[in-house]
Structure formats: structure tokens, C-alpha cells
């Protein structure tokens, strides 16, 4: 049994194709409405082009809201938990769980293994301090998907998706291969995933290009592709892709050789693509900017050194989604 938690554009897409392979799937969602929304249409994943990709028809599936979520896994436990919110309520849905889950009813080899799929850094720590004891791993994954009404999703982009346990939470006994039966189930559900054993590099590769696209992107309100398209965006994108790479050497933390080649691979191929950040800027959400170039700057500081260009564009995306009371 997989427990999804956030049926947002992530959330359904795994959600929808998993439920359609067969896997024994719950959706949880934060409103009542979606809930009872998903419960009488199920979900749809549509192609870009707008055909339909996969379907899981309601009844495929167990949907419910959040508040739901531990009377129903107490009474039927999972074996893995899918954290798909953004990184602004990673702690609050967490502490949800955390709150509602009775101690004495659980016994340490109940706990499921919960995978976060969060873009950024640093939450796989915060999510440890409110659940100790569980078994925790990171997912990295450059599928793209949007979520374009409470039921349905499109499938903006195909990609890979890597899970593992990171360096840090490896040792309180979360090994990789109790993730092996997942990889199985997404395969099944037409993921091209991939159990990795460098899932930390996984997370700091992407930090790195999400932390040069996403801010200039949403700063400039353009597609992904166009940050190639002058000098000087390439050379503010290198700009802050140095200072993160000196951040990265200042704390240890390797980098490939090729990140820049990378990272113009991304933008490449997702070239018509709104980058999430600017995505969240033009609905007038809060944005993961603290998570992603706040990270690098955190990091320069737990070295002793500053991170200004990480700072300037982090200050300046809070300054267009951050309302001043
Ligand atoms: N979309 C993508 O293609 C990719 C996303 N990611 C990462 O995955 C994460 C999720 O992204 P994405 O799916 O796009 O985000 P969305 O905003 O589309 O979805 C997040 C979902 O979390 C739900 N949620 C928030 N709080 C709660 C709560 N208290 N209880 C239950 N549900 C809650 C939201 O509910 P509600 O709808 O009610 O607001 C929403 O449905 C992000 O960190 C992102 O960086 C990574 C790679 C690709
Ligand atoms: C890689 C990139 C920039 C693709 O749009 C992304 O992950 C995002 O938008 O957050």
C-alpha cells in the first residue's frame, strides 16, 4: 500500500498512474472538495498535446483528507508514504501526521518507509526533528507535471525518478533496498526509476540547476529555454552558478565537472517550460525559493562565508510573492 500525501501536480500524477497500474494506492488531500472531487471522477493524466496518457478510475484508488490519515493507517498500515507537498508545508502536514498518530498503537517496524520528493534542500533534516524514529529517503525526479483542475494532471515531461536513502539518515537502519518493491510498483506504473545509492549527489545536482533556472526565470518571466537567448542572462546564470559552486567546495560537497553543460541541457530540453518558481510568482503563492538558493546560502554560512548573489536573488523572488501585513 503507497500512501500520497498532497494531491497537488505530483501527487495525482504518480497518484493516477500508479492507481492505474494496480498498485493499492490512498490519496490524501488537504480539501474536502478535492477528496469528493477525485472520489466521483478519479484522476487523469493528459499528454502536453492534450490526449489522455492514463486513467484510474474512481474506485481504483482510496481518497480522503488529511485529517483522515492516521485513523485509516492505523486500522491498515502502509509500506510506504509519498510526501508530494511543496516545502512550505512539509513541516505543518508532518507535524499533522506526527500529532495524530498514536504512539502506543505503533510499533517501530509499522512505520512506513516515507519518501520526500521535495525540490531544494534541508527538509529530509526538518522532517527528521518532528518524525524520529522513521525511515526516511530522499526522491529526486525530473518528471514534469501540472496540475490543471482538482482531478486531472498533465504530463508536461517524462523523466527519470531516483530514490535512496541519504548519507545522513542511511544509518538508522533505512536501507535502500526496502525501497526495491516501490522501484518495482513505478516501474509497473511507467516510471523510469532508478534506486540510487548517490542519492545526495541527486539532491545537490539538482539544488544546483534549480538554483540557476528557477530564480532568473521567475525574476525575467521567461520560459526556461530563454535564459540562453542573451549574454547577459548567461552570465548572470554563471554568476550565481560559480558562487554556489564555491559554497559547494567550501563545505565539501562534489560537483561534476559538467554541471554548466547540464545545466544548458535543462533549459534545452524543457525550453517552452514556465519553471515552477515562475509558475508560483505568477499565482501569487509563496515560492521554494528559501529552500533552493536559501539552502546555498545557509550552506556558505555553516562555512563561515557569504553567499551574495544566493542572497540578492532569494531577497528579491520573496519581495514579489511575500506581502508585507
Ligand atoms: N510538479 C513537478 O513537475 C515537480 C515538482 N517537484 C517538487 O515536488 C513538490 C510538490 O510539487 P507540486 O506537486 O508541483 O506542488 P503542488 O502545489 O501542485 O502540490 C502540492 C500539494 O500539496 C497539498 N498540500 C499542502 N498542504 C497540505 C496539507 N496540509 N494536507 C494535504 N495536502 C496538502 C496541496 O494541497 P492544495 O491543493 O489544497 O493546495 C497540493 O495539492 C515540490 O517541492 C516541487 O518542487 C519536483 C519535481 C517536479
Ligand atoms: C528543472 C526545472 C527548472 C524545470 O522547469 C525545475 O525543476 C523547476 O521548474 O522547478
Not at 8 to 33: E, T
Not at 111 to 125: A, E, K, R, S, T
Not at 146 to 167: L, Q
Not at 173 to 200: C, H, R, W, Y
Request: charged content about 20%; hydrophobic content about 45%.
Amino acid at each position: 500500500m503507497i500512501d500520497l500525501i498532497g494531491a497537488g501536480s505530483l501527487g495525482l500524477l504518480y497518484g493516477g498512474k500508479l492507481a492505474a497500474s494496480g498498485a493499492k494506492v490512498r490519496v490524501w488531500c488537504r480539501s474536502a472538495a478535492q477528496a469528493q472531487d477525485l472520489r466521483e471522477k478519479g484522476i487523469t493524466i493528459l499528454h502536453a498535446d492534450g490526449g489522455t496518457e492514463a486513467r484510474a478510475a474512481a474506485g481504483d484508488f482510496v481518497v480522503g483528507v488529511l485529517e483522515d490519515f492516521a485513523f485509516s493507517w492505523q486500522r491498515q498500515p502502509g509500506d510506504y508514504m509519498l510526501l508530494m507537498t511543496k516545502q512550505k508545508d512539509v513541516l505543518e502536514v508532518c507535524s499533522r501526521i506526527a500529532a495524530h498518530l498514536e504512539p502506543d498503537k505503533l510499533h517501530p517496524s509499522m512505520l512506513p518507509g516515507l519518501v520526500c520528493f521535495q525540490n531544494g534542500y534541508g527538509h529530509i533534516d526538518r522532517v527528521a526533528g518532528i518524525l524520529p524514529g522513521w525511515t526516511l529517503y530522499a526522491g529526486v525526479t525530473t518528471e514534469g507535471a501540472k496540475r490543471i483542475s482538482p482531478s486531472e494532471v498533465m504530463h508536461a515531461g517524462a523523466g527519470t525518478t531516483w530514490v535512496g536513502a541519504t548519507e545522513k539518515h542511511h544509518a538508522h537502519g533505512n536501507e535502500a533496498s526496502k525501497l526495491e518493491p516501490l522501484v518495482k510498483m513505478l516501474q509497473k506504473a511507467g516510471f523510469s526509476t532508478v534506486l540510487a545509492n548517490d542519492i545526495d549527489s541527486r539532491i545537490f545536482r539538482k539544488l544546483l540547476i534549480n538554483a540557476v533556472i528557477n530564480p532568473l526565470t521567475a525574476l525575467w518571466s521567461i520560459p526556461n529555454g530563454e535564459l540562453l537567448a542573451t549574454k547577459r542572462r548567461i552570465s548572470m546564470m554563471r554568476m550565481l552558478l560559480d558562487e554556489a559552486l564555491r559554497v559547494y567546495d567550501a563545505c565539501g560537497i562534489p560537483w561534476d565537472q559538467d554541471i554548466w553543460d547540464q545545466i544548458v541541457e535543462v533549459c534545452t530540453y524543457t525550453s517552452g517550460n514556465t519553471s515552477s518558481m515562475l509558475k508560483d510568482v505568477q499565482a501569487g503563492m509563496p515560492t521554494e525559493i528559501e529552500w533552493i538558493n536559501g539552502s546555498i546560502v545557509a550552506l556558505a554560512k555553516s562555512s563561515g562565508m557569504r553567499a551574495e548573489a544566493h542572497e540578492l536573488v532569494t531577497g528579491l523572488i520573496q519581495g514579489l510573492t511575500i506581502r508585507e501585513e
